[in-house]
């Protein structure tokens, strides 16, 4: 299969990664700088691929590995899409945005990526959607070779997916950065937190977030959160965010 990728960033590094894994490799990258185009294919060790700023070949699949805000924008030969499926790898974009395409879907995998860390993709899930059905079992055969959980689901279904990951990736990664913040004043290191974060994560998994929910908000703590509200005194971004979160767990909280 011949395979396009448009975009050097985090996600398209670990699917070119994954693609020479299961023996089907990219032949073009797409890099709207070719110097930055080529220390990619540096970077992983891809030699027999065509690096352009444009497709310029005929492919079987064109993923788009760019950001949310670009994917509709994206221009493409009419010439180059005779048999072209057009994918975009996003959680929030509706697949209406490629419907300028003959054949278009989404392949979106339920992960964050990072260049510098390594990706088991066997467990991860891909949610995939496609504008007709035999497009959908084509980008379905890709996804299977990929990872082990396809999961077909619509783009609404989809967004309130990545809403989830949001809540439970991003947001909670900012407040470890809080959390680290304040470690640094103690002379401990966020390490020492990753026995409590792992439980929490077990926890929740084994019998859901909302059994597992501890803490002085859920126990009506009045005592523990004023000292806490204390300690964040002339941050008040942070002792806003404190207070929400408190009482958004227990509304019946009295702050």
């Given at each position: 299969?011949?395979?396009?990728?448009?975009?050097?960033?985090?996600?398209?590094f670990?699917l070119?990664?994954?693609?020479?894994?299961?023996?089907?490799?990219?032949?073009?990258?797409?890099?709207?700088?070719?110097?930055?185009?080529?220390s990619?294919?540096?970077?992983?060790?891809?030699?027999?691929?065509?690096?352009?700023?444009a497709?310029?070949?005929?492919?079987?699949?064109?993923?788009?590995?760019?950001?949310?805000?670009?994917?509709?924008?994206?221009?493409?030969?009419?010439?180059?899409?005779?048999?072209?499926?057009?994918?975009?790898?996003?959680?929030?974009?509706?697949?209406?945005?490629?419907?300028?395409?003959?054949?278009?879907?989404v392949?979106?995998?339920?992960q964050?990526f990072t260049?510098?860390?390594?990706?088991?993709?066997?467990?991860?899930?891909?949610?995939?959607?496609?504008?007709n059905v035999?497009?959908?079992?084509?980008?379905?055969?890709?996804?299977?070779?990929?990872?082990?959980?396809?999961i077909?689901?619509?783009?609404?279904?989809?967004?309130?997916?990545?809403?989830?990951?949001v809540?439970?990736?991003?947001?909670?990664?900012?407040?470890?950065?809080?959390?680290?913040?304040?470690?640094?004043?103690?002379?401990?290191?966020?390490?020492?937190?990753?026995?409590?974060?792992?439980?929490?994560?077990?926890?929740?998994?084994?019998?859901?977030?909302?059994?597992?929910?501890?803490?002085?908000?859920?126990?009506g703590?009045?005592?523990?959160?004023?000292?806490?509200?204390?300690?964040?005194?002339g941050?008040?971004?942070?002792?806003?965010?404190?207070?929400?979160?408190?009482?958004?767990?227990?509304?019946?909280?009295?702050?």
């Amino acid at each position: 299969m011949k395979i396009a990728i448009i975009g050097t960033g985090n996600l398209a590094f670990h699917l070119t990664k994954r693609l020479i894994e299961i023996g089907n490799p990219p032949s073009l990258i797409i890099s709207r700088n070719l110097k930055n185009g080529q220390s990619f294919v540096d970077s992983i060790g891809l030699d027999s691929v065509a690096i352009s700023t444009a497709i310029s070949q005929d492919c079987d699949l064109i993923f788009l590995a760019v950001p949310d805000r670009q994917i509709a924008n994206q221009s493409i030969e009419e010439k180059y899409l005779q048999k072209s499926i057009v994918v975009h790898l996003s959680g929030s974009q509706n697949i209406t945005s490629l419907s300028s395409f003959s054949n278009y879907g989404v392949l979106y995998p339920l992960q964050t990526f990072t260049k510098e860390k390594q990706i088991n993709w066997d467990n991860i899930p891909i949610l995939i959607e496609g504008n007709n059905v035999l497009t959908l079992e084509k980008i379905k055969s890709v996804a299977e070779l990929l990872t082990k959980k396809v999961i077909h689901c619509n783009s609404e279904e989809r967004l309130k997916v990545h809403l989830s990951a949001v809540l439970s990736c991003n947001f909670t990664n900012y407040l470890y950065q809080l959390a680290q913040k304040h470690l640094n004043e103690t002379g401990l290191v966020f390490s020492d937190l990753q026995h409590l974060i792992q439980e929490t994560i077990d926890k929740a998994v084994a019998i859901g977030p909302e059994k597992a929910q501890t803490g002085p908000a859920i126990r009506g703590d009045g005592e523990t959160i004023r000292l806490h509200l204390e300690l964040l005194d002339g941050n008040e971004s942070e002792k806003s965010l404190y207070s929400q979160i408190s009482k958004s767990i227990n509304p019946n909280l009295k702050l």
